[in-house]
């Protein structure tokens, strides 16, 4: 998954379907949930922005996953795209993302989270064994046809 904030597209932070958070000492994985209704990230990636400006100062909590940590939500737009580090979706704009506090006590959380938000935005097929492919306006007709050719 890629975020960046509207109003500054050049400042770019990846994360990976699992990717290490050395301030917690926690192995991140990111997951599709349909279920959450909320898009969450791990605090660190967060520093991988050149600057940290665009997010709420004043914590919230939500139930379910996660309900005894702080959450921080954007104060301003920002943008989310998924994909495979090669393949990407178009950018969709979002001001429901969302990161988990700094220091997570215990190992209370150990994924983010892209919730039914963001998934009800992209149109996503899913043949068993593979990954996801995301579907998008521009690329929809060349998925679909590598979908053909290669099953």
Known sequence: MRIRKKVDRNDIAIIKNVERDDMNNIDFR?????GAEITVIPFFIRTK???DYGWNTIPTRF??????LDIFKVSIPWEISLG?????????ETRELYCWQYKIPNNAVDCG???F??????????????????VTQHDGMNQLQQIYNNH
């Open 30 to 34: 990111l997951i599709l949930d349909s």
């Open 49 to 51: 922005m050149t600057y």
């Open 63 to 68: 139930n379910g996953y996660g309900s005894n």
């Open 84 to 92: 495979d580090g090669s393949n990407w979706t178009e950018w969709i």
């Open 113 to 115: 989270l892209v919730g």
């Open 117 to 134: 938000d963001i998934l009800n935005a992209l149109y996503q097929i899913k043949i068993p064994g593979r990954p996801y492919i995301f």
